[in-house]
């Protein structure tokens, strides 16, 4: 479990890098998991819920994913990565950070992997986001 204080420390160095490309939220069955295979340089993660995969993937293979899946896929968005690296079990980071983005509207969609959280924002909103990330840093 995390010390209290880690979630100052790293609130300080969050370190808050977009990526200038647009990325995509799509669903797909699992049957077309080999199809999803084929893209994997572009995808960023994959996640797997009882409906079926969800996956968010550059504006690159949009197209080609499209003919996996029936259901419109969302976006773009701007894909944001903090570069501190932060412990799986710290206690109220991404509240944080979703409430902060909250506060000016920008929607917000999180996920943590092993080393990184990431958050997922309109396209047209990274550069406010960065800006409430980049202030959120500074207090």
């Known amino acids: 479990m995390a010390k209290p204080d880690e979630l100052s420390l790293l609130l300080r160095t969050l370190s808050p890098e977009a990526d200038e490309k647009k990325y995509f939220i799509g669903t797909f069955?699992?049957?077309q998991m080999m199809g999803l295979a084929k893209h994997l340089a572009h995808i960023v993660c994959i996640y797997r819920e009882k409906e079926g995969l969800t996956a968010v993937f550059?504006?690159?293979?949009?197209?080609?994913?499209?003919?996996?899946t029936e259901i419109k896929m969302v976006g773009p968005?701007?894909?944001?990565?903090?570069q501190a690296i932060s412990p799986l079990?710290?206690?109220g980071l991404l509240a944080k950070l979703t409430t902060a983005l909250s506060k000016e509207g920008i929607p917000v969609n999180a996920y943590s992997a092993y080393y990184h959280d990431h958050l997922l924002v309109p396209f047209e909103m990274k550069d406010n986001a960065l800006a409430v990330l980049k202030k959120l840093e500074k207090s």
């Open 29 to 31: 069955g699992e049957s």
């Open 58 to 68: 550059s504006e690159e293979i949009a197209d080609d994913l499209a003919r996996y």
């Open 77 to 82: 968005f701007a894909l944001i990565t903090l």
């Open 89 to 91: 079990l710290l206690v």
